[in-house]
């Protein structure tokens, strides 16, 4: 029903920028929530930001740093990430979901995933 396709991953210094984009296709319904999550080496999976109804929202570690948007088609989604930090480093993985329950940053309220792109950050 849906597909999710990510690039801009990569290797980047502290202090440096990347910007991730996800695009999706299939069912309109599916992406009335968009999220991303990350997962670091030996740590569980968490969800760093989301977008559902306009209203965006992030967890502490990213706030002010990483800003998710959303084309007016709801065809990609974004994930701006400036002042890299090296415990940034992750596998970062795109979301969608279809209702409200998306935001309770509950991986299993996200019915669809992208297959991860790689964040390296270096000091």
């Known amino acids: 029903q849906v597909q999710l396709v990510e690039s801009g991953g990569g290797s980047v210094q502290a202090g440096g920028s990347l910007r991730l984009s996800c695009a999706a296709s299939g069912s309109a319904y599916y992406r009335n929530c968009m999220g991303w999550f990350r997962q670091a080496p030996g740590k569980e999976r968490e969800g760093i930001a989301l977008?559902?109804?306009?209203?965006?929202d992030y967890v502490d570690s990213v706030k002010g740093r990483f800003t998710i948007s959303q084309d007016n088609a709801k065809e990609t989604v974004y994930l701006q990430m400036n002042n890299l930090k090296p415990e940034d480093t992750a596998m970062y993985y795109c979301?969608?979901?279809?209702?409200?329950?998306?935001?309770?940053?509950?991986?299993?309220?996200?019915?669809?995933w992208g297959q991860g792109t790689q964040v390296t950050v270096s000091s």
């Open positions: 977008i559902y109804g306009g209203v965006t």
């Open positions: 979301a969608a979901g279809g209702d409200w329950r998306c935001t309770m940053w509950a991986a299993r309220y996200f019915d669809y």
